[in-house]
Each structure stands twice: as structure tokens, then as C-alpha cells.
């Protein structure tokens, strides 16, 4: 489906926890059309600065409500957090690819599908775990502490086992979510290894999974979340090197097999 750029009503804008916030916004046509690991532009505010969209992954849809969280690191989202319900917020989408998942074996195990996020990566990742969750994927999420692990909650609720891991021990695993994963992997040799990691995360983790994956003979797709300007495939400022030459993020992603990819 092409992407619509519409003016969406804010329906809640609300702040989770730290800098983390949640914002629910009202387009019947985003989220009739929006598939897991898709991601949307949104123009902040009305005037011309910032200039730029800001691409945010669609967390979850409901009804005509798309969702979606966002952490505050600059300007942008600082705008962002201060739009109020009612307000109409410039947005283009639904972008990008989406995870596949159709061709994942039926009558899968249980947790044989892996889904690894790392900090805000876990936006992309619930929306897939809703479409998902007939196979009761595993979920694996880091974090920097306690505070910052999210949407636990929310893979549970769906029927997902989460483990954390927190680099300082304050939840969970203490340590990095891709020494989560190889354990798993290693104590799980003998009933079967997994058929699927989906991950999402900063860039060191999302290399570790391929590496863990290809290693271990694991099909692995990863969502990146690279800086991008122009957001629909036009200005090249968001290309990454694969296997068949170079791709733009925006418009030949956000997701990419695992194994294609050139760090
Ligand atoms: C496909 C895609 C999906 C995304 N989904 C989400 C999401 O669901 N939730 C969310 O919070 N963020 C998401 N991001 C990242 C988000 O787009 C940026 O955090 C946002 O654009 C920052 O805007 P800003 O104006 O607040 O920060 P800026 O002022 O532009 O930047 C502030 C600081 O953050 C750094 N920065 C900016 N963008 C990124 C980035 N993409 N990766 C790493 N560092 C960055 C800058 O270098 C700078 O140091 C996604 C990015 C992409 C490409
Ligand atoms: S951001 Fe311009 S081509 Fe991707």
C-alpha cells in the first residue's frame, strides 16, 4: 500500500517512565494498513524547524488508533512530547517493509521464535509479537537498568516468557541481552534450536545477533533504526551495505535478513 501522509488527531501523548513516553493518535487508514515492523514520519510541529520528519516504528494498532513510544533524546521528540491530545500531528506512512513471518513453520514449539530488543528496540518488536503470538515467541529484553526495560508487561500479556537483562544487575540477567541469547541457545541444544531471532536494538547488539545466529544456523531479521533525512528513499542519507550492494533503510527496509547484511 502507498504510504498516506494525513494530519492525524492525537488521542493521548503521556509519559511512561524517564524519558520514555506513549502516543496514541487516531488514522483509520494507518492502521488498517500498517504491518509489523513498519514505521511512520512524523513532522513535529507546524513551523519549519525542525525541518526534518522524525521516523518513529508503529508499536501497536487498535481499532482506528495507531501507538506508538518514543524516547526523548533531542529536539524532535522534545517537540513531540509536548503535543497535546486534540492537537492534528503531520504523519506519512505506514513506511518501510515489515518483518515476514508468514512462512514460519505452523505447528512451531513453543518459544522456537526469539525476539531480542535492545532498549527502545522493543517498539517494533510488540507489534510483531501481536501478530505472532500463536508460536509463544521468546522475548529477550536489554537494558542499561531497571528503569529502562519497557513493555514487558505488554509480552506477557500476549502470551510471551520475557527474561531481562540489565547491564547493571538491577533486573534480570545481569549482563548483555546477547549473552541471554547464547545461553538459551546453548542450554536448549538438545530440544531443538530455534527456527526464528527477530531483533531490534542499537547496532553493537543487532551484529552480536547475527553473529549468535549465523553461528548457531538461525535465521535472523533485524529492524535498524539508522538516522535518516529524507525518510522515502530520495537523498541516500540512510544506506547501509549488504550483500547485493547498497540499501536505503527507509525505503528497502527498516528490516533486513540478518545474514545480508555488511557491518
Ligand atoms: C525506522 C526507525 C524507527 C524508529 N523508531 C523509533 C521508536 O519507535 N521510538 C523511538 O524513540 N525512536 C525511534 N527511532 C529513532 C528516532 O527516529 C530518533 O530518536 C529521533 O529521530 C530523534 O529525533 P530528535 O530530534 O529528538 O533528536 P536529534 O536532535 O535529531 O538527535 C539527538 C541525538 O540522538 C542521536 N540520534 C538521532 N536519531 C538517532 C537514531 N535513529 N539512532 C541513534 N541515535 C540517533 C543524534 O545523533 C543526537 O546525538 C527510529 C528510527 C528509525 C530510523
Ligand atoms: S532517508 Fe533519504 S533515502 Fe533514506
Not at 91 to 109: A, M, Q, R, S
Not at 178 to 193: A, I, P, R, V
Not at 234 to 239: D, H, I
Request: charged share 20%; with cysteine.
Amino acid at each position: 500500500m502507498e504510504a498516506a501522509q494525513l494530519k492525524a488527531k492525537i488521542i493521548s501523548n503521556k509519559q511512561l517512565k524517564c524519558n520514555y513516553w506513549h502516543l496514541e493518535f487516531d488514522s483509520g487508514i494507518i492502521a488498517k494498513n500498517a504491518l509489523a515492523g513498519q514505521f511512520i514520519e512524523i513532522k513535529v510541529n507546524n513551523g519549519i524547524d525542525p525541518l526534518l520528519r522524525r521516523p518513529i516504528s508503529i508499536h501497536s494498532v487498535s481499532g482506528t488508533k495507531v501507538k506508538l513510544i518514543y524516547e526523548v533524546i533531542g529536539k524532535g521528540t522534545q517537540i513531540l512530547s509536548e503535543r497535546k491530545p486534540g492537537d492534528f500531528l503531520d504523519v506519512i506512512g505506514p513506511l518501510g517493509n515489515g518483518f515476514e513471518y508468514k512462512w514460519l513453520t505452523k505447528k512451531l514449539d513453543n518459544r522456537k521464535t526469539i525476539l531480542v530488543a535492545g532498549g527502545m528496540g522493543v517498539a517494533p518488536l510488540v507489534f510483531l509479537a501481536g501478530k505472532i503470538k500463536f508460536y509463544r515467541p521468546l522475548v529477550l529484553i536489554g537494558a542499561r537498568k531497571k528503569e529502562q526495560v519497557l513493555c514487558s508487561q505488554e509480552f506477557k500479556a500476549l502470551g510471551c516468557k520475557v527474561v531481562t537483562a540489565t547491564d547493571d544487575g538491577s533486573l534480570g540477567f545481569k549482563g548483555r541481552v546477547t549473552d541471554l541469547l547464547k545461553g538459551f541457545l546453548s542450554e536448549n541444544q538438545k530440544t531443538g534450536k530455534p527456527e526464528h531471532i527477530y531483533a531490534c536494538g542499537p547496532q553493537p547488539m543487532l551484529k552480536a545477533v547475527v553473529q549468535i545466529s549465523c553461528e548457531n544456523n538461525i535465521a535472523s531479521q533485524l529492524s535498524l533504526e539508522t538516522h535518516m533525512a529524507c525518510g522515502f528513499g530520495a537523498c541516500l542519507g540512510c544506506v547501509v551495505s549488504t550483500k547485493s550492494g547498497y540499501k536505503r533503510v527507509c525505503k528497502d527496509g527498516p528490516v533486513f535478513m540478518g545474514k545480508e547484511l555488511i557491518w
